[in-house]
């Protein structure tokens, strides 16, 4: 059984992860930004405590399969992220936002079950795919913010 310490950090952990994922979306302002990850990867941590706690308290009494409250987390968050995807003309906006929340609920997983090291890469390397790779597909692919029309 997680005792109350480890629940406690697992929760200050996918609050702290989620949020550096959250603060990159947050600074190039788009909606679903620093509290919205914060949220998602806490409420993904709290799902699988939650699915281990109950796989804990039914084991040798029933049997139990943790995973499958994690799997209907991230079909969950699917909907989210379908919500922060618009399309507008030719193009779609928000694809990045929505792979993001879905890395962060999958982070909170992780760090829920105490899989610390997978949560923290996976974290620090989705901020280093946001930060670095849109410089990249600005300069390589001529891939531009576009507003109003204009390609920036």
Sequence with gaps: MVGPFSIT???????????VIGMERELHRHEAGLR???LVCMGSSLIMLTSLYV??????????????????????IG??????????????????TAATLWITAA???AVGCGFYLAGIFASLTSVIVLLFLRNIEKKLLGKGEVEDGIKK
């Design 107 to 109: 982070v909170g997983l």
């Design 9 to 19: 950090v697992r929760l200050i952990l996918s609050a702290v992860l989620g949020g």
């Design 36 to 38: 919205t990850h914060i």
């Design 55 to 76: 796989f804990d308290i039914y084991k040798g009494i029933n049997v139990v399969d943790p995973s499958r409250i994690a799997a209907g987390a991230i079909t969950g």
């Design 79 to 96: 909907f989210i992220g379908a919500g922060a995807i618009i399309r507008s003309g030719m193009s779609v906006k928000g694809l990045t």
